[in-house]
């Protein structure tokens, strides 16, 4: 399994520009489902709109109250909603 991520690029942010435009960085995360902090050009921390919040703690609810055979139908489910999710944003960033 890879150590990578694919983020957008207009997803990441600096630890700065959180501090100094708080507002827009929710905006961007509401826009995005979740936008990445960056301190020194390094992940720091990942900011999550309220929506993807709780679909994710919901999810990892029920994959928690699942046998471990049943999980893989979850994320192979998760992956196909993340992937339509994704194409959907295309039209909006550019890609």
Do not use: W
């Amino acid at each position: 399994m890879s150590n990578y991520m694919k983020i957008l690029s207009d997803a990441i942010i600096s630890n700065t520009d959180m501090i100094k435009n708080y507002k827009n960085c929710r905006e961007k995360a509401e826009t995005f489902g979740s936008i990445f902090i960056l301190k020194n050009n390094q992940p720091d921390a990942v900011l999550f709109s309220i929506s993807k919040y709780k679909r994710l703690a919901d999810l990892i609810e029920y994959v928690e109250s699942n046998k471990p055979e049943d999980r893989a139908h979850v994320l192979t489910a998760l992956l196909k909603d993340e992937a339509i999710r994704i194409q959907k944003l295309k039209p909006v960033v550019n890609l």
